[in-house]
């Protein structure tokens, strides 16, 4: 299994403003995945960036507010634009490496 | 409608007994796989076991077992010997379509375990 790298590990953030996380893994992934968790909630799934190409984003969530980078395999960032506090939520990278999905440890957001 | 359905919002166990957690499914695919994670308060998800709709036995890894029902599409998860630091959510999660390049996860609300000294 993968090794993921997840930073900040947590962000207090005015609102109005804009947080880049990383996701650093210690092998070559080809899709990774970049999932929201509402406080109380299950996780949702932003989108799926591949190395290459644009993200591939889920019903509800769009570039502008969630642009993702992913300039090799071993790297990617979200960043959440124009905060607010809905945008509150503990954000997580994840890769598909083996049989069981791998996931960095988490970037809690708090928007105030 | 729900693919992944966790009936358990809450569940208590006193330790040292084993618990089971529901999960039930729907998909019309063949070919699929069942996931149970964990997320301690800390926040990170820890992938616990992991059974594919071909395997003829029940996943097991250590202290967890996943009893697989597939007639009954239900794929639940045991954790024998409860322990403390086994208080955490608890989440089961599903990819369909094994062989197609779809990769992405369902998952279910969640199931919070506590344990009780």
């Known amino acids: 299994s993968a090794v993921i790298s997840q930073k900040p590990s947590r962000d207090i953030c005015q609102r109005g403003t804009s947080l880049t996380i990383q996701c650093q893994v210690d092998s070559q992934v080809t899709m990774m995945f970049w999932y929201r968790q509402q406080p109380g909630q299950s996780l949702t799934l932003i989108a799926t960036?591949?190395?290459?190409?644009?993200?591939?984003?889920e019903s509800g969530f769009v570039i502008d507010k969630f642009p993702i980078s992913r300039p090799n395999l071993t790297f990617s960032t979200l960043t959440v634009s124009n905060m607010s506090p809905e945008d509150s939520s503990i954000y997580l990278c994840s890769v598909d490496k083996g049989l069981g999905y791998t996931f960095g440890s988490g970037t809690r957001l708090t928007v105030v | 409608a729900q693919k992944i359905t966790q009936t358990q919002p809450g569940m208590f166990v006193q330790e040292k007994e084993a618990v089971t957690l529901d999960c039930t499914y729907d998909?019309?695919?063949?070919?699929?796989?069942l996931f149970w994670y964990k997320q301690p308060s800390s926040g990170e998800m820890i992938f616990l076991i992991y059974q594919g709709s071909y395997d003829e036995q029940n996943a097991t890894e250590g202290r967890y077992s996943l009893n697989f029902q597939k007639a009954r599409k239900s794929a639940n998860l045991v954790i024998s010997a409860s322990q403390l630091g086994d208080s955490a959510m608890y989440f089961c999660?599903?990819?369909?379509?094994?062989?197609?390049?779809?990769?992405?996860?369902?998952w279910g609300l969640g199931t919070s375990l506590a344990v009780n000294p």
């Open positions: 998909t019309s695919d063949q070919s699929y796989g």
């Open positions: 999660a599903m990819r369909e379509g094994l062989r197609s390049s779809n990769r992405k996860l369902i």
């Open positions: 960036a591949n190395q290459g190409s644009e993200a591939t984003y």
